[in-house]
């Protein structure tokens, strides 16, 4: 596209050689709000979509406050791809840095109409407004909304406007484009189609962007590197795959549907305690490790199978697995919560806390309430056991 008024910024520019070679943003700072400290250092690759994770209130909606200067910087810096420092002493603009932040909600200007809306941020920018609604138009067409221009916002579906906010956000080639959870609040189908849009525009454009998501699906779909937060903490980074295959926390097993539980190294194999005899999975261990080392063993809801403990054998005898030995893989346990899912049930144990998928047939055909006891196995080679330690 054409037309790109001066002072606003293509994402493939040259960069600054004291960033680094393809890198957007280098932050490492602190941000106080209240009593909550974030503490964060972190790395946007150029012309690359991060994704930002985390438990709610972890710091996630700061860190993008902070990159986009809402919020001050208390300790160290963050540097743009233009060379731009914000410090505790320096302070600049969201114009000055090049940043654009898109949220939840739209934010649409309700009295311009929706080309003016695209068109506003290039007639700031300097570009004469006849100019700046030819950009727009092209935009609106980008974005799959030609013919709209004229419509007020209010005449738009939410996703939609969400569409029109994200054209407002492109249109003046930000240097780094901060999105927070920009598809909440959308029904399934427009989330989809503004996720398929999203993904289409920040890959033709290569926009350095930043984006809040609480949904793994958004991060393996639009982002190349996500960055997980607890507690104001990064926990985790890496491609997206990467974390979600090898989860360091609870929060990223969780986020990624598996089982994370938190083991020992015993005799060549992984252990956990549970309410009944220690579990015993004879899974293969990271090379070198030492016989006490803590392991977590991760692995998928589907992969474990659920039993009553007493069901009757076929001689018509009741068969307690109480009184049986323990095979390796198989423990016992009760049901703590059942999470209905389109093809069954979720069922959530405790002691250790390991979730499993149970198809509609055999939910019906198990019967489980609450509280009932259960006996669970899975399969070494379905588990994959890592050192317990965050990377991060
Ligand atoms: N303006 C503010 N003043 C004081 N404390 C704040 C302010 N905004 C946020 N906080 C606190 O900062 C912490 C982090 O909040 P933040 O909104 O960044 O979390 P989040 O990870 O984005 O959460 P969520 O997913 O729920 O949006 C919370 O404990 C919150 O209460």
């Given at each position: ?34 009593d ?5 250092k ?15 209130g ?45 949220s ?9 109409s929706v ?9 700031v ?94 991060a ?26 090898a ?20 005799r ?5 305690p ?18 006490g ?48 899912t ?14 499993v ?19 669970l ?16």
């Amino acid at each position: 596209m054409n037309g790109v008024p001066r002072g606003v910024r293509r994402a493939s520019e040259a960069v600054d050689p004291a960033l680094g070679h393809g890198v957007a943003l280098k932050a490492d700072f602190a941000v106080q709000r209240g009593d909550f400290r974030l503490e964060v250092k972190l790395t946007v690759p150029q012309g690359e979509v991060t994704a930002v994770m985390g438990p709610s209130g972890a710091g996630k909606s700061t860190l993008l406050d902070a990159v986009a200067g809402s919020v001050r910087v208390a300790s160290g810096q963050i540097e743009l791809i233009d060379g731009t420092i914000v410090s505790k002493r320096r302070h600049p603009t969201a114009q000055a840095r090049g940043v654009v932040m898109l949220s939840q909600d739209a934010l649409l200007f309700p009295h311009l109409s929706v080309r003016d809306n695209v068109a506003f941020g290039l007639t700031v920018r300097g570009l004469a407004k006849s100019r700046a609604r030819q950009v727009a138009d092209e935009w609106l067409w980008r974005v799959g909304l030609s013919g709209s221009g004229g419509h007020r916002p209010r005449e738009l579906s939410g996703g939609q406007q969400q569409r029109v906010a994200l054209a407002r956000a492109l249109a003046v080639s930000p240097r780094l484009l901060l999105l927070d959870e920009p598809l909440t609040g959308l029904d399934a189908e427009t989330a989809s189609e503004t996720r398929a849009v999203l993904h289409e525009q920040l890959s033709a454009t290569r926009t350095s962007t930043l984006i809040v998501t609480h949904d793994a699906f958004d991060a393996a779909a639009l982002a190349r590197q996500v960055v997980v937060i607890e507690g104001g903490r990064v926990t985790q980074r890496g491609a997206v795959r990467q974390v979600l295959e090898a989860p360091a926390t609870r929060f990223v097993a969780a986020v990624a549907g598996l089982n994370r539980v938190t083991g020992t190294a015993t005799r060549g194999a992984w252990t956990a305690p549970t309410a009944d005899e220690a579990l015993r999975i004879e899974a293969s261990l990271p090379a070198g490790t030492a016989d006490g080392a803590s392991l977590v063993a991760v692995f998928r809801p589907a992969d474990v199978r659920l039993a009553r403990t007493a069901e009757p054998t076929w001689t018509g005898a009741i068969r307690v697995a109480h009184d049986e030995p323990r095979e390796p893989g198989e423990w016992l346990a009760k049901v703590a919560r059942l999470e209905p899912t389109p093809g069954g049930a979720r069922v959530h144990t405790t002691a250790p806390d390991v979730v499993v998928e149970v198809p509609a047939a055999q939910l019906a055909a198990l019967a489980l309430s609450t509280g009932d006891p259960v006996r669970l196995s899975v399969d070494a080679s379905d588990v994959r056991v890592m050192a317990a330690q965050p990377s991060a």
